[in-house]
């Protein structure tokens, strides 16, 4: 059963500081994985999605790297704003699967 | 952009009652549907896949006879929580894939923005 963790469970950082979230899966064989974004009681807003063959995919100021053989993920935040405080959600798809299974998510917090 | 919608964003009833919940893809297609369920500080948990015009496929330990989940239209998924108890009490999301030709976009689920559930 796959199981998917997210390191640390919260954070908080000064603005403009970069930092890096973590996500780790522990079946390898995924179709792709992708990180979320949900604000307090709100749905999910994707950020990245990188399928298995890739190894990374950038969008502003974020940038999400995948080693699939060790079952790792990172998402790079640059320059961090208050704007960014959320919870970030690590994703995986099942290889052959269409289903998503989630971290628990890291909470960050920006301060200005 | 592809958006889903959910009504209502927020209920609150009494327990034995049964609260549904909508899920709409407004300006897309979509054949599937998905149903989570988030408690606080806890993952979002698959509880079921909605397919248009047949029957939901459920996850090992959510019973469908208490979440009945109907997908009549390409654009409408609901889920209907009977004879709610607070134990049901939690955060509801629902996603919609969007069909598009050759397969295109089935890697992308679009979510709704969640409906919370008080059982009193």
């Known amino acids: 059963k796959q199981e998917v963790t997210q390191i640390p469970a919260a954070l908080s950082v000064p603005e403009g500081e970069n930092l890096v979230l973590n996500c780790s899966f522990t079946d390898s064989a995924i179709y792709n994985l992708q990180w979320f974004r949900q604000d307090p009681g709100k749905g999910l807003t994707s950020l990245l999605l990188?399928?298995?063959?890739?190894r990374e995919q950038t969008s502003g100021r974020l940038n999400a790297s995948l080693d699939k053989s060790s079952g790792r993920s990172t998402l790079y935040i640059a320059a961090s704003q208050p704007g960014d405080s959320a919870t970030y959600l690590c994703?995986?798809?099942?290889?052959?699967?269409?289903?998503?299974?989630f971290g628990k998510g890291t909470k960050l917090t920006v301060n200005p | 952009g592809a958006v889903v919608s959910q009504h209502p964003s927020r209920v609150i009833c009494k327990s034995g009652t049964s609260v549904k919940i909508e899920c709409r893809s407004l300006d897309f297609q979509a054949t599937t549907m998905f149903w989570y369920r988030q408690f606080p500080k806890q993952s979002l948990m698959l509880m079921a896949t909605?397919?248009?015009?047949?029957?939901?496929?459920?996850e090992q330990g959510v019973e469908k006879d208490k979440f009945l989940i109907n997908h009549a239209s390409l654009t409408l998924s609901t889920l209907t929580v009977t004879s709610a108890h607070p134990e049901d009490s939690s955060f509801y999301i629902c996603?919609?894939?969007?069909?598009?030709?050759?397969?295109?976009?089935?890697?992308?689920?679009?979510f709704g923005p969640g409906t919370r559930l008080t059982v009193l």
């Open positions: 990188i399928q298995s063959s890739q």
């Open positions: 994703a995986v798809t099942q290889g052959g699967s269409e289903k998503l299974v």
């Open positions: 996603s919609a894939r969007q069909n598009l030709p050759g397969g295109l976009g089935r890697d992308t689920q679009y």
């Open positions: 909605s397919n248009e015009g047949s029957k939901a496929t459920y």
